[in-house]
């Protein structure tokens, strides 16, 4: 159990298709497995119920970003994990909603390289982007800024799902959250 039932939130940044919301979904599992309120705040979920009708600008996606960092630090600060899934493009905005928490905040990198994005990317969206089809595509595009020290990195063209979210529990437990 998390040392004074203290709630934190678990903010996966990436490209898309890095794998966040996967390894959001299996994390999730084992800390309500070990008896932690957690829930998990997707970055394509949280456009449709929160930011509905913004677009892709730099602005809008500030916009979202700080929406759902107001919820993971509602959330958090009430004892529950909060867990975000969202590509979260911008450094400067991921370390503004990190200052606003008032409780831990973790960041986590899934990073994989564009040549495994672009293969496991099914929907063929990559190859798109490349192309020019896809204009604002994160990482194509569009900036991504990577964390220059994220809390644990994780690389998800490199190792198993199961070894990821291994090396994010491990870390949440050195660190007295779990």
Known sequence: MPQNNQ?????????????????????????VKRGLRAEILDG?????DLSKGLGFSKEDRDTHIRRIGFVARLLSRNGIVAIVAAISPYREIRDEVRRAHQ?????VFADCSLEELAR???KGLYAKALRGEIQNFTGISDPYEPPLAPDVHVRTDAETI???????VRWLGGH???
């Open 44 to 48: 394509d979920r949280a456009r449709m």
């Open 7 to 31: 709630g934190f939130t678990l903010w996966f940044t990436g490209l898309p298709g890095a794998g966040k919301s996967t390894l959001a979904e299996v994390v999730h599992g084992e800390l």
């Open 162 to 168: 199961s070894e990821s979210c291994d090396a994010i």
């Open 176 to 178: 007295g959250l779990i």
């Open 120 to 122: 496991r990317d099914k």
């Open 103 to 107: 409780a831990p905040f973790i960041e």
